[in-house]
């Protein structure tokens, strides 16, 4: 009998995922470009269900039930371009090659082309949870067309982690819209992650607090609606002593954050999009902020650290200030990743529903939470909404939340504690709530040395002002 599926590319994400289909009833083939790695893999993991292990890749191909389903783990870039190259000429009208790897869209959509007009479909999945999630059930964004969907999704859609019975994987649309939203959840996981880091720092410096009793605070906030994966994890990794020293782990590590891009490719992508998404570029700045050792060293020589006098908060309600600024903001930050995704679709003419997102993020991925309910109702009520900042439960949350974030954003600043994903947050609302911008003394700037022109707000059309004469205003 044939394979059910192939897959190429048995490093730990490609093993992980090809164990976890052959352990669901699929039968796998398996290849990799280094024979022994594919051995290794059969002598380990042979026995957790059916695989058809192949040492060239012509071998595999004709070992796969057609139309072929052919999933490609391997390295993201050159190697994933190597690897379709090899594979297009053995392939036959109808089959389908799937990458799985962390493509950027864009290459996606590259892919794509080339392969169509070879009659072949090309597949660009997102799988975000890492090693654990390939192997128990991550959560899967699937791009590609309907005929793709049809061979893959029965065996993605049971390999993926399951909440409430129902699947965290599905057809989010065609070619690059699913690596695109994979690529916003990551953008997303790193306001979160910021923002966590922020409360955590703003904990510990203005309460001096140790970060034992931090992870205390941070396992009760997981039993309220601040509840997911990143907290609860925050709270393990403040609680980890460091075994060599005895200190607090998170004051032995080197405190520069590293990122493999994702991030980067998420707030490149929004400002081509023209989607503000402040928290997610906050957040891949502060990263780089901290990695610039150089720059670091020359502003502590100079200045030292903030000379604050400190400020007097009483402990219990900062405590419960910085949870509500830390809940407000996410909200911010979701509801920005998620206009992101509602632009990218509407620029690629993707039909992305929002709410399925929310709907296969509860569970496998790194930014699962409770809250992805609450957004997934959102838009199961309002498909259209314009921004989750202003549905009810969000509106509340916010509204609950305000005074507290304010205080605490005036409270960084008095002790010298940088808050870039909670301050641009609250700009962003208090941006998007103002009845006027002052963008209309920005827009008379530009009129003024470029002749840009403006709108007014009173009347239609479009003007010029004759700065240079005798400043009367002309139509444009
Ligand atoms: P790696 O990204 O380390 O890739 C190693 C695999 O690529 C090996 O199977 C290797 O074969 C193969 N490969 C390379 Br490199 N160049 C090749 C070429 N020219 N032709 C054929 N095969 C080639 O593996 P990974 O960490 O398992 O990640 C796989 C993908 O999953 C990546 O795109 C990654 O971004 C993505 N991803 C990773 C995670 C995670 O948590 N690690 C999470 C989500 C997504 P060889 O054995 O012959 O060298």
């Not at 394979?3 to 039968?27: C, E, Y």
């Not at 900042?389 to 008095?414: C, K, L």
């Amino acid at each position: 009998a044939k394979a059910d599926i192939g897959l190429t590319g048995l490093a730990v994400m490609g093993s992980n995922l090809a164990r976890n289909m052959a352990r669901n009833g699929s039968t796998v083939a398996v290849h990799n470009r280094t024979t022994s790695k594919m051995t290794d893999f059969l002598d380990q993991h042979g026995d957790e269900g059916d695989f058809v292990g192949s040492e060239s890749l012509e071998d595999f191909v004709a070992s796969i039930e057609k139309p072929r389903a052919i999933i490609v783990m391997v390295k993201a870039g050159a190697a994933t371009d190597a690897v379709v190259d090899e594979l297009t000429p053995l392939l036959d009208e109808g089959d389908i090659v799937v990458d799985a790897g962390n493509a950027h869209y864009e290459d996606t959509l590259r892919r794509q082309q080339a392969l169509e007009e070879k009659g072949l479909h090309f597949v660009g999945m997102g799988v975000s949870g890492g090693e654990v999630g390939a192997l128990e059930g991550p959560s899967i964004m699937v791009g590609g067309s309907d005929h793709a969907y049809e061979r893959l999704g029965p065996i993605v859609e049971k390999i993926a982690a399951q909440v409430d019975g129902t699947p965290c994987a599905t057809h989010v649309g065609p070619d690059g819209a699913g690596h695109f939203v994979k690529m916003v959840h990551n953008g997303i996981e790193y306001a979160d992650m910021q923002l966590i880091a922020e409360a955590y720092d703003l904990l510990r410096s203005v309460l001096g607090l140790s970060p034992a009793e931090l992870a205390g605070i941070f396992r009760e906030w997981n039993e309220g609606e601040l509840e997911s994966f990143l907290i609860e994890m925050t709270a393990d990794v403040l609680e980890h002593e460091d075994a060599e020293t005895g200190k607090p782990f998170v004051d032995v590590v080197l405190d520069q954050a590293e990122q493999k891009g994702t991030g980067r490719w998420t707030v490149q992508t929004a400002l081509e999009l023209g989607v503000p998404v402040t928290g997610i570029a906050e957040a891949t700045f502060a990263r780089s902020v901290s990695g610039h050792a150089e720059q670091r060293a020359a502003a502590q020589g100079k200045f030292g650290a903030a000379q604050t006098a400190g400020v007097e908060v009483d402990k219990e309600q900062f405590v419960s200030d910085v949870r509500d600024a830390l809940y407000a903001a996410k909200v911010v930050a979701y509801a920005q990743g998620f206009d992101q995704i509602v632009e990218g679709s509407n620029t690629h003419d993707w039909d992305v529903t929002p709410g399925d997102m929310a709907t296969i993020w509860r569970g496998g991925c790194i930014i699962r939470a409770k809250f992805l309910d609450r957004i997934r109702e959102a838009y199961e009520a309002e498909p259209d909404l314009t921004t989750l900042m202003t549905q009810d439960f969000f509106a509340d949350a916010i509204e609950q939340g305000e005074p507290g974030w304010r205080r605490v954003v005036v409270a960084a600043t008095e002790s010298g504690v940088p808050v870039p994903a909670f301050a641009s947050s609250l700009s962003y609302f208090d941006a998007l709530r103002r009845d006027r911008l002052p963008a209309a003394l920005i827009q008379g700037l530009r009129d003024n040395f470029g002749a840009h022109t403006y709108q007014r707000a009173d009347k239609d059309g479009t003007f010029h002002t004759l700065w240079a004469g005798d400043k009367s205003e002309v139509d444009a």
